[in-house]
Every structure is written in structure tokens, then in C-alpha cells.
Nanobody, 122 residues
């Protein structure tokens, strides 16, 4: 059973930046897809971004396009999410996930991290 551990959340003012990391306990295979989702209180889990581990192809949600960037370190089995120009509506628990399909739907992902809180507030 793979373990995914997120880090890097916190409190930031609007317009600020944060970087999240997600480290896997085992090698991430080239056939895997890794993704970031987020969930605000009372809302559905929302797709943020994903990356095809082998090809490095990325997809990003319209709501964060131009502000968030997903990346990976294959040698370290770690995925990153750089978040710039943060807005109060970005406040949520951010989760990383691993799956076998190229999908924006959270139920297509098999393994999840514990989540890290991101709060954007002045």
C-alpha cells in the first residue's frame, strides 16, 4: 500500500504564494497519473491539476490556470504544486492522489494523502 504525504500548507495573505509537495513511499511508475484535488468546507472535492508521470503531460483547472503550476521530481518520487497569486477562494484542504487513469474525477484515483490545509486570508 503506497503512502502519499503532503506538506507545505499554511496561512498566506491574498496575492501571496505557497508551494505544496507530495512524496510517495514507493516508486511512482511511468504508467501512473498523479493529481492535486482540493476540498473546501461544505463543497465537493475539486480537481486542481494532474500530471502523467511518464510523459510529464499536465492538465490544470481553469479556476487556477495561470496561477498554479504542477511539477514532479521523478528521482525523488515527489510531486509539487506551486501556487501564486492566491485568492481567498483557494482556501481548502489540498490532497494529492495517485491513479492509473488520466482523469479529473476523484473516484478514478486509488491512493490519497492525508491532506494539507491552505488558508488564504488577510
Amino acid at each position: 500500500q503506497v503512502q502519499l504525504v503532503e506538506s507545505g500548507g499554511g496561512l498566506v495573505q491574498p496575492g501571496g504564494s505557497l508551494g505544496l509537495a507530495c512524496k510517495s513511499s514507493r516508486r511512482i511508475y511511468s504508467s501512473n497519473f498523479m493529481a492535486w484535488f482540493r476540498q473546501a468546507p461544505g463543497k465537493e472535492r475539486e480537481f486542481v491539476s494532474r500530471i502523467a508521470w511518464g510523459l510529464g503531460r499536465t492538465v490544470i483547472a481553469d479556476s487556477v490556470k495561470g496561477r498554479f503550476t504542477i511539477s514532479k521530481d521523478g528521482a525523488d518520487n515527489t510531486m509539487y504544486l506551486q501556487m501564486n497569486n492566491l485568492k481567498p477562494e483557494d482556501t481548502a484542504v489540498y490532497y494529492c492522489a495517485m491513479g492509473r487513469y488520466s482523469s479529473n474525477w476523484h473516484k478514478d484515483y486509488d491512493s490519497w494523502g492525508q491532506g494539507t490545509q491552505v488558508t488564504v486570508s488577510s
